[in-house]
Nanobody, 113 residues
Framework: QVQLVESGGGAVQPGGSLRLSCAAS????????MGWYRRVPGKQREWVAT???????YYADSVKGRFAISRDSATSTVYLQMNSLKPEDTAVYLC???????WGQGTQVTVSS
């Protein structure tokens, strides 16, 4: 059974930084692409970033140049480093194993002055 546990969310001021973590278990971590998505009430879930099993990275235009996704196969953890945060980045951030129905519960990020 796949389990994804996100952490690292919180409240920051605009321009601040946060680092999200997603610990995965029950999945062959190195063989799967992992993604971060975000959800805002009343809006469709939005893709943020993907890291492939080979380490390739892809970003939504809205976060390109500010966010960085990475993975640590030794600990089966995927990270999202978020810099220069904006109020519009406020959302619940979720971890996902691409190509599956496996999602984490999410971690809240609030960017506000």
């Amino acid at each position: 059974q796949v389990q994804l546990v996100e952490s690292g969310g919180g409240a920051v001021q605009p321009g601040g930084s946060l680092r999200l973590s997603c610990a995965a278990s029950g999945v062959i971590f190195s063989a799967n692409s992992m993604g971060w998505y975000r959800r805002v009430p009343g809006k469709q879930r939005e893709w943020v970033a993907t890291v492939t099993g080979a380490g390739g990275t892809y970003y939504a235009d809205s976060v390109k140049g500010r966010f960085a996704i990475s993975r640590d196969s030794a600990t089966s953890t995927v990270y999202l480093q978020m810099n220069s945060l904006k109020p519009e980045d406020t959302a619940v951030y979720l971890c996902h194993v691409l190509g599956t129905n496996s999602w984490g519960q999410g971690t809240q990020v609030t960017v506000s002055s």
